[in-house]
């Protein structure tokens, strides 16, 4: 399954935001998204350590879980 994230590079934490079912994306975790936010430069500072993608579940473990990420947000 396909998922979009949010992960701040400084903090390691993470928040899947939506999850791909058939050819539509479907919003997860919004109400975490605010409070997530809330606490982190926007992506569009030049400082910015938040960064967002879309990755498989396995692509993910192996690219941010496996490096360090520390929290995981419920799916």
Known sequence: MNRK????TKTNEYL???LKKGQDWV?????????FMNTRTPETESDS?????????????EK???NG???IFKY
């Open 5 to 8: 994230y949010l992960v701040d």
């Open 16 to 18: 899947c935001i939506a």
């Open 27 to 35: 919003p997860n975790n919004q109400n975490h998204l605010a409070g």
């Open 49 to 61: 350590v938040l960064v967002s993608g879309e990755f498989q579940d396995n692509a993910f473990y």
């Open 64 to 66: 941010w879980i496996r």
């Open 69 to 71: 990420t520390n929290i």
